[in-house]
């Protein structure tokens, strides 16, 4: 989780891309326009931080973390919190999916 909030801060694109699920439902198959997509949000917005509320170990091959990630998106707080569940793919963890569990701030 840390890596993937870190990789968007920072715009690494394809790391967010590889460590996506690709039979969860934020695979996009038209790669190009979803990265274009990725950047344009990684560019738009301010990572202030980042902060764990919930990781208990993980499943044999599924895993949930529960995090709130401050942002700010054209000067407004786009601060969420969000309960992630990732699955091991081929030996390496991946996000799968995330709903919102409350505690916006934005």
């Given amino acids: 989780m840390r890596s993937r909030y870190a990789?968007?801060?920072r715009g690494l694109v394809d790391?967010?891309?590889?460590t996506t699920?690709?039979?969860?439902?934020?695979?996009?198959p038209d790669t190009e326009g979803w990265?274009?997509?990725?950047?344009?949000?990684c560019q738009d917005t301010r990572f202030?931080?980042?902060r764990i509320l919930d990781a208990p170990?993980?499943?044999?091959d599924e895993g949930f973390v529960t995090f709130e990630a401050t942002l700010i998106q054209d000067g407004r707080?786009?601060?969420?919190?969000?309960?992630?569940?990732?699955?091991?793919?081929e030996g390496t963890w991946r996000y799968s999916s995330g709903e919102n569990v409350g505690g916006d701030q934005g």
């Fill in 77 to 89: 707080n786009a601060s969420f919190t969000e309960r992630s569940r990732f699955v091991r793919v």
């Fill in 48 to 50: 202030e931080g980042l």
């Fill in 35 to 41: 990265r274009a997509r990725i950047l344009a949000f």
């Fill in 57 to 60: 170990p993980p499943g044999t």
């Fill in 7 to 9: 990789a968007y801060a």
């Fill in 21 to 28: 699920d690709p039979a969860g439902p934020q695979w996009d």
């Fill in 15 to 18: 790391y967010i891309i590889a």
